[in-house]
């Protein structure tokens, strides 16, 4: 085959209509990723054997049960890869980390079980900053990802991988975690769909911690029909995370108001990343929605509140790997999870516990008492993901502090728990992706998935990916 | 905030369980002392009568029913298949005890 269709519904029809086969699906991607990922740096296990057989397996199904076959299994034939933070069990598993570089896991997490019971194909493992602790995909032991729409700039972080695979079309799919911005920083900066859902709604179990009260696990699409699809399967309680609830999903309200919290607009806003949200509002005004401007003042504290309280929890996190039951020893920490671990120390040390920890958590209190607030009177958030477009590989990563601050809009999402999906929308004059986020109240998935879909059939977006890199 | 002193550094080392060379305790010295600055500004928020929150879900002490089900635990060939450092379906550790203590 030629080329791999781009969503869960052509792919689906594909194989239906006998146009080619889940191993043809395999064979594509998997002779893609050998001939442009020495480029790009996004797999760091390609797990062929498994995609094989599981391809075989479909292949089999859909001639035995046709449509069925699909109804049975949603994702039947849905060709996924997975952040290297996912453990999978008998296939290596690294989190980015030299501390883990020959981890075989003997169990896989509960997002990888539903996806494969749902009838995915496992393609492989995703290269991600080690512990998922970066924004630009630079701080992974195993060298950086590129970004596949200009090889010169970052993919975004910590989900390198996963938005490098889905823009170079290695991958229909991808899974990722997102502790601030994970998910939605790389999704802005290729040109895709991601979701960072609900704290609650997806099992983290079997995922590799970063910061235990801010993780969510999340995903990629190039289309919202293809998030939902993912997110029907992978959501809902599993009994060994006990955050998860199966809540009540917020509906999409006849008259949406969508508000512009004025604090995500001030100077320092690349004009490019500006321009584009505001383009989104017109967009959205025209199909019906009412614009309203709203205040969130207590979000400019929150990326300050979050580097205390996520280095608080790696610290906490990290102090499991010890190299004994399994692993390399703590030697193997690469710069920045040292930093984080030695920061987190510091906040929660005796003497400055209560100056730094206890106050970011009431600092988050009130956060989320605003951001509660503002939910009263619109239903959904319009924002940039990041400050500025994509940046060049090296721009950033010997300022630790100014690589924190690409997080600066992602954070009030997950200190509040909230849900946010990052919607591509157009590219910066450097042909790098643009795009925006929705952030709406905790269990508004589905209304969020209602408002991208009136803005992507207004706009006419079509999938994009980079078909020669 | 002032500067974080190598001693601070070296005591935190121990705390987190690194071990840090001289070099790595300069940068991390710098580093660390920048970033404190910038999440120092929390100080002059008022949090009085403030509760701190702790997660965001509202929910608190979800147990599930505390019976064996096959598929939650690993058999002991499984929780072992990490390491090579085993002995009779044990991990083997290093020594924390050097000396035979004698308890008067």
Known sequence: ?????????????????????????????????????KKINAYLTVSEEIAFKQAKNVDKQIENFREKAIEEKPLLGVVVSHKDLFLTKGVRTTAGSKVLESYIPPYSATVVQKLEKAGCIMLGKLNCDAWAHGSSGENSDFGPTKNPWNPKYVPGGSSSGSGASMAANFTLIATGTDTCGSVRLPANYCGLYGLKPTYGTVSRYGVVAMASSLDSIGHYGRC??????????????????????????INISPRPKLGIPKEFFKSGLDEEVEKTVMEAVKVFKKIGFEIKEVSLPKSDYAIAVYYIIQPAEVSSNL?????????NGRDNFGPEARRRIMLGTYVLSAGYYDAYYLKAMKVRSLIIKEVSKVFEAVDALIAPVAPTPPFALGEKINDPLQMYLTDIFAATANLSGIASLAVPFKFSSKGLPLGFQLMGPR?????????????EKETGYTPRVVENI | ????????????????????????????????????????????????????????TGLSNRLRNDIKKADYTLTTEEALSGTNKVYNNFFVVRSILSKRSHNK
């Open chain 1, 1 to 37: 085959m030629k080329t791999a269709p781009l969503t869960i519904k052509e792919t689906q029809d594909g194989l239906l209509k006998g146009r080619f086969s889940a191993v043809d699906l395999v064979n594509f991607y998997l002779t893609r990723i050998q001939k442009f990922d």
């Open chain 1, 224 to 249: 919202v029909d293809d998030i939902r699809k993912v997110f029907n399967v992978t959501k809902g309680e599993d009994g060994r995370d006990s955050t998860v609830i199966d809540g009540d999903y």
């Open chain 1, 319 to 327: 102090g499991r790997y010890d190299g004994i039951r399994y692993g």
């Open chain 1, 443 to 455: 269990f508004s998935e589905y209304s969020l998935f209602e408002m991208a879909s009136a803005f």
């Open chain 2, 1 to 56: 905030m002032g500067k974080l002193a190598g001693i601070e550094i070296q005591y935190l080392g121990r705390l987190a369980n690194l071990h840090l060379s001289s070099a790595e305790k300069k940068i991390l010295g710098h580093q660390l002392s920048e970033v404190l600055a910038f999440v120092g500004k929390l100080a002059k928020i008022n949090t009085r009568n403030i509760e701190p929150t702790s997660q965001t």
